[in-house]
């Protein structure tokens, strides 16, 4: 399928530039940006949306909204992942909601690697590919390594990694077995977010650090476009998200745009952003309005630990946009959700998307849920990748 991308767009000063070519940030925007902080002059895709929504009406397929002439995706498939109804008993006491809300699962650990960062490394990849750029560097916590590691392979591409060292060993094995280059990083998250950008500037590469390649934006919209297909052509009310970086806040917001942009829908979905307690810079940022550090970010929810989330001001105003919530959760709640989800539904979730259900359960009596149908909890990672953090 042919892509309708026209060009990206600076969202902060409107500049324009070609997707043709390699850009990252907006070069007047991103000029002052330092690591440590969240990103600065991020670009966002921008398609021929009246020819997708003519195309749309012959046949409603999500690849046309894809960045990339899905011709140079890499072999192994990504994404299609499964929607499916489920019934959580817990939900059900007492939460307002429950009784006429019906409850989806999006199951995104079923991609390749076993999250959703294998949507914005197809589409990094196939970027690559199209570019006719043999090697593709990016930090992590974790899984985007793991992800870009398994792509990469797949496609036959130079994989770098810039990860902290005490990623779950798990992931770091993942990483490997894939053949990709790992560099531990004594250091946090954003040290080796530093790192990539660094080793981006004197190597011929391309960097997939989160945000920071504006279709790591795109990739993670393609799950929101599923999920109003498999929701039978409905935008759901809600869509509960697990936050770090916020950049599958944002795709998840972008997919409802651009259908919107599109002529297809017309209403947007509430945003609920979950996050661990002490990682929780976006909460904050939209509670008060001001932007500053989590401090001391320590969870066992390691794909949402971030200090300084690259997409912190996108991210509040995707939430602001769709008149959205935040919650914070705690370990102890992550942990019990998970479990709670296991058994209630079969889905084995890592704890940062077991996080989904412990924010839900936390806001389920809010009067702001009272008239939900349709709430998707949208799971991002496998379980199996974290074996360690479950409390039996
Ligand atoms: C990366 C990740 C997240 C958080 O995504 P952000 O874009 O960083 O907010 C959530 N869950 C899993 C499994 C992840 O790998
Ligand atoms: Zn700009």
Known sequence: MKS??????????GKEFDPNELHYLCDECGRDYLPG???KGVLEAVFNYEEIGRKWKQNPDPLLFSAVNSKFYPPLPVGNTPFFRVNIPGLKSGGTASNYTKL????????????YKDRASQLVVADALQKGIKEIVTASTGN???????????AGLKVVIFAPQN????KLIQIQVHNAELHKID???DDAFKAALEYTKTHNCMCRNTGYHPLTIDGKKSAGIEIYVQNGYKVPDWIVIPVGDGVILTGIYKAFLDLKKAGITEKMPHLLCVQAESSDAITSYWETGIYHDAENPITIADSIKVKTPALAHWSVKALKETDGKCIRVSDKEIQEAQLELAKETGVFSEPSSSATLA??????NHSWLKDA?????LITGHGLKDPGAVKL
């Open 187 to 189: 250091g946090s998250y």
């Open 4 to 13: 309708y991308l026209t060009k990206y767009r600076c969202i902060e000063c």
């Open 167 to 170: 990623a779950p060993p798990a």
């Open 104 to 115: 989806w699962i999006k199951f995104d650990g079923l991609n390749p690697s076993g999250s």
């Open 37 to 39: 902080m969240p990103l």
């Open 359 to 364: 924010g839900l359960k936390k806001v389920v």
């Open 144 to 154: 985007a390594a793991c992800s870009l590691a398994c792509l990469g392979a797949s």
């Open 373 to 377: 149908k349709d709430i998707v909890l």
